[in-house]
């Protein structure tokens, strides 16, 4: 048990309810929010419907609020509000580079990466379902697909849900997964360097495309000093 005193919203105008520890379960109220938070960030993550997922999860907050005018326990908004920005992201990318690998033939998935690729990273424009394996034919693009596919991206969607649980391995598991973030980004930068002609040289706005459409690739390198700055002994639940 956490021995962090946290206030928690009144129950009541004249009586607010302090919180000395972080209780074992989420109250109905929060635990609802939660769903509907959740939920967004997985809908937001799936690109097609990413406004219905911003909707949404301004409608877990709205509850969250609601928990903490009631009383209950509730965590602090920026950890929500991070935790659901690195959902949102892992997701987002977990499922772009899984059509990728999997349903690169699909008529649609080929028209969104090679529009993409045309305006952007000629990668997933040129010569694209060329090689065996389908998709995008640059030269290592396969080897960070699944790497990050089957290895960062859902280690980091769970590592955001026990964030936000306040559970103890959610805590350690989002410095871990931001620094293999860090690390791959610098990998796959330099990557997309050493191509450069075919990548950018091909695409409409080029290098800044790129960076407009990918700057939130950076954010690990502003969560990580935030996390290490957090009080741990909050991350309390097993």
């Known amino acids: 048990m956490s021995s962090i005193e946290k206030t928690s919203g009144p129950a009541s105008v004249t009586a607010p309810v302090k919180y000395s520890v972080v209780p074992d379960e989420d109250g109905l109220v929060v635990k609802t929010a939660d769903r509907w938070l959740i939920t967004g960030a997985v809908l ?20 969250m609020a609601r928990a903490k005018s009631s009383g209950e326990f509730v965590r602090p908004a920026a950890v929500t509000l991070f935790g659901m920005f690195a959902m949102v992201d892992a997701a987002a990318n977990f499922l772009g580079w899984s059509l990728d690998v999997w349903a690169h033939d699909a008529r649609i998935v080929e028209w969104a990466f090679t529009g993409w690729g045309r305006l952007v990273d000629g990668a997933y424009y040129l010569d694209y379902n060329s090689v065996w394996s389908g998709g995008s034919a ?22 955001a849900y026990g964030f936000i649980k306040l559970k103890r391995w959610g805590f350690r598991w989002m410095i871990i997964t931001s620094w293999a973030y860090i690390m791959i980004w610098l990998g796959y930068v330099v990557n997309m360097v050493v191509n450069f002609p075919n990548r950018f040289g091909a695409s409409v706005f080029g290098v800044t495309g790129w960076w407009v459409f990918d700057i939130f690739y950076m954010t690990p390198f502003l969560t990580l000093p935030w996390l290490y700055a957090l009080d741990k002994r909050r991350w309390s639940r097993f």
């Open 44 to 63: 937001a993550g799936s690109l097609i419907l990413s406004p219905i997922g911003l909707v949404v999860i301004a409608i877990g907050f709205a509850k």
């Open 138 to 159: 640059a030269a290592g693009e396969k080897s960070w697909e699944f790497l990050c596919i089957l290895g960062l991206f859902p280690a980091r969607l769970a590592a």
